[in-house]
């Protein structure tokens, strides 16, 4: 056998799952891995060069986010 390993994406895992596992069983042998929670656990710390510069970078991003909505919103009614 060949082994080929590849990373995807949560929304299309059940997927290719399923297409794996309907496939003969003594042609294929499925290992499957997740990843941890801690692997994708975002970071609460600023780094390079936003380092020292903001306190909280998802509070930072969520405030821009809001802001452009806002202005987004505000172009619309005009």
């Known amino acids: 056998m060949q082994q080929i390993t590849i990373n995807v994406n949560p929304s299309i895992y059940e ?3 399923f297409f ?3 496939l003969p069983k003594n042609l294929v042998d499925i290992q499957s891995q997740t ?5 994708h656990k975002p970071s609460t710390k ?9 306190k909280d970078p998802l509070e930072w991003q969520r405030e821009i986010r ?3 909505d806002r202005d ?5 009614k005009r």
């Open 72 to 76: 987004i919103y505000e172009s619309f």
């Open 66 to 68: 809001e802001e452009s």
């Open 35 to 39: 990843e941890t929670s801690l692997s």
């Open 46 to 54: 600023a780094f390079g060069i936003l380092n020292g510069k903001i």
């Open 15 to 17: 997927h290719i799952m």
């Open 20 to 22: 794996l596992q309907n």
